[in-house]
């Protein structure tokens, strides 16, 4: 066996266990998912009952929760990139700055990133519930008296909220990392040009921080999009369908209401939207990288 034959020999031999757990876990149960879309399956039967499209004209016609849920799950991704970005980037240049107590202050953003977000959302349900209480019964303001959880109106930002609070050191880390990445001489040839701070920054800094902000945009993007266990543990959906996220959606047409057909169809849908979202922000931004 040549020098060759054998290097390929022990490439199949270490990357094929990977590829065939790849496929079990990923490739597989998407085409199956693909199949049972166009079946009638209550996931117990031996049998699925083929229908077709049906379950796709179900989805676009019948009034049913998947529309509402695919809105809130937009607003709340937008909602989501925007705040996770504007505020990670406004205390990364704050903690880019030399004082006492910087380090720690990167600890404690970062903490709750590194916590489950099931137990973020029990934590957060106990602070709307109990702790919102007692900060009204000790200042006596309506503010903290409002039904953040109960109010159809309200849970939205509630787990807007939640969903910044429990990702934002991520985005900062990476934010740090960009902002000590901009070459110093750059900075120093600005103020030597007379910019001030704030030209320094939206000149030079922020173009340079290019490839951060694809990189957080899309990381927030995603995440926004698969938002799935802080709503589970906040508002399991409620009230009503009001915070009804389509992961969710997906989650109890298939596993509680037992219409795997019908939910295979929602995750199928979904995969395209979320597809095509991606690659044009991706696009998108990488563009404006190459410009810049």
Request: proline fraction near 3%; glycine fraction near 8%.
């Amino acid at each position: 066996m040549n020098k060759k034959v054998k290097k390929g020999f022990e490439m199949a031999v270490f990357t094929l266990p990977s590829i065939v757990l790849v496929c079990i876990m990923m490739y597989i149960p998407f085409i199956l998912s693909g199949y049972y879309s166009l079946t009638e399956w209550n996931g117990i039967s031996k049998s699925a009952k083929f229908v077709g499209l049906a379950n796709f004209k179900t989805l676009f016609t019948s009034g049913g929760d998947f529309l509402p849920a695919l809105g809130f799950t937009t607003k709340y991704t937008i909602c989501f990139v925007i705040f996770s970005n504007v505020i990670a980037l406004a205390l990364a240049v704050m903690l880019t700055k030399k004082f006492k107590g910087a380090n720690f202050l990167r600890g404690v953003f970062f903490i709750p990133y590194i916590m489950s977000m099931t137990i973020v959302g029990f934590v957060w349900k106990f602070i709307f519930t109990n702790g919102f209480q007692k900060l009204y019964e000790m200042t006596g303001w309506n503010f903290w008296n409002y039904s953040w959880l109960g109010d159809s109106k309200l849970v939205f930002f509630s787990v807007v909220l939640v969903g910044v609070w429990q990702s934002l050191g991520f985005y900062i880390v990476l934010y740090i990392a960009g902002l000590q990445a901009v070459p110093k001489d750059v900075l120093e040839a600005a103020v030597v040009d007379g910019a001030n701070s704030r030209q320094s920054f939206f000149k030079v800094t922020l173009p340079l921080l290019g490839p951060s902000f694809t990189t957080c945009i899309f990381m927030s993007l995603t995440n926004g999009l698969k938002v799935f266990d802080i709503i589970l543990a906040l508002t399991k959906g409620g009230p009503g369908t009001a915070s009804n996220s389509v992961t969710l959606q997906i989650y109890k047409e298939a596993f509680t209401n037992n219409n795997y057909g019908l939910g295979s169809a929602e995750s199928i849908i979904y995969f395209l939207f979320v597809l095509v979202v991606t690659q044009l922000v991706l696009k998108g931004f990488s563009r404006k990288e190459v410009e810049i």
